[in-house]
């Protein structure tokens, strides 16, 4: 079965500070990659997705991922946070053979300090 | 457009008492989901209706059930409440199905608390 692993619970950065959340899987087939972001009391919403093309995605708000194939990742980046990107941010992979199963990660509780 | 709308925001139950939640989206969305998400797991799928008139278990359906009601409306039935049960739910709806690369669109989510 699939798996998505984020490696890091939790991260707390001082605004300015450049950001990397870890995310990898485990299908070695045809997959797409999204990250959903959920601020306080919110819902969830999409950040950034890859299907195809370019593995370097570009998303709202200055995000950015990286697609690895040789190395099942597909880290988030941004190079300088901000206080309002405080929130938990989750990794979610579908197997383009599983349909409409997708699969996401224990996200990471981003808190950044001003 | 309100988006994807889900009916209660909270609620309380006891153990064995049922419940159903409801989901509408008015966005012309083919597919519809049901998730649950408990800390550090992560949302997890619980059924979905991949087109109207269609349902499909997901990773954790067991003591859930679904109707897709129409292409607008998605409900997640509990028939006997478990402790187990105590979660946030997110209905979710997207235009095509995953493997299409189309991304989910949220609901507030519902808080249960079975005791």
């Known amino acids: 079965a699939q798996s998505v692993s984020q490696h890091n619970h939790h991260v707390i950065l001082s605004e300015a500070a450049s950001l990397e959340l870890g995310c990898n899987y485990s299908?070695?087939?045809?997959?797409?990659l999204f990250w959903y972001v959920q601020y306080p009391g919110q819902h969830l919403q999409l950040l950034l997705k890859?299907?195809?093309?370019?593995?370097l995605v570009k998303g709202i708000k200055g995000f950015e991922a990286e697609f690895i194939k040789s190395k099942f990742s597909f880290n988030l980046r941004k190079p300088s946070v901000q206080w309002s990107d405080t929130a938990e941010y989750f990794c979610?992979?579908?197997?383009?053979?599983?349909?409409?199963?997708?699969?996401f990660g224990g996200g990471t509780r981003l808190m950044v300090k001003p | 457009n309100a988006g994807v709308t889900q009916t209660p925001k909270f609620q309380v139950l006891k153990t064995g008492q049922s419940m159903t939640l409801q989901c509408a989206q008015d966005?012309?969305?083919?597919?519809m989901y049901w998730y649950r998400q408990d800390p550090g797991m992560g949302l997890r799928l619980i059924y979905y209706?991949?087109?109207?008139?269609?349902?499909d278990k997901g990773e954790v359906p067991n003591g859930y059930n679904v109707s897709r009601l129409n292409k607008r409306e998605f409900s997640l039935r509990l028939e006997s409440a478990a402790p187990s049960q105590t979660s946030v739910y997110f209905c979710?709806?997207?235009?095509?199905?995953?493997?299409?690369?189309?991304?989910?669109?949220f609901g507030n989510g519902t808080r249960l608390t079975v005791t």
């Open positions: 979710a709806s997207s235009v095509y199905r995953q493997s299409r690369g189309s991304p989910l669109h």
């Open positions: 299908y070695g087939g045809t997959v797409n």
């Open positions: 890859y299907f195809s093309g370019d593995p």
């Open positions: 979610a992979v579908n197997e383009r053979n599983a349909g409409n199963m997708l699969t």
């Open positions: 966005m012309n969305h083919n597919s």
């Open positions: 209706s991949a087109s109207e008139g269609t349902t």
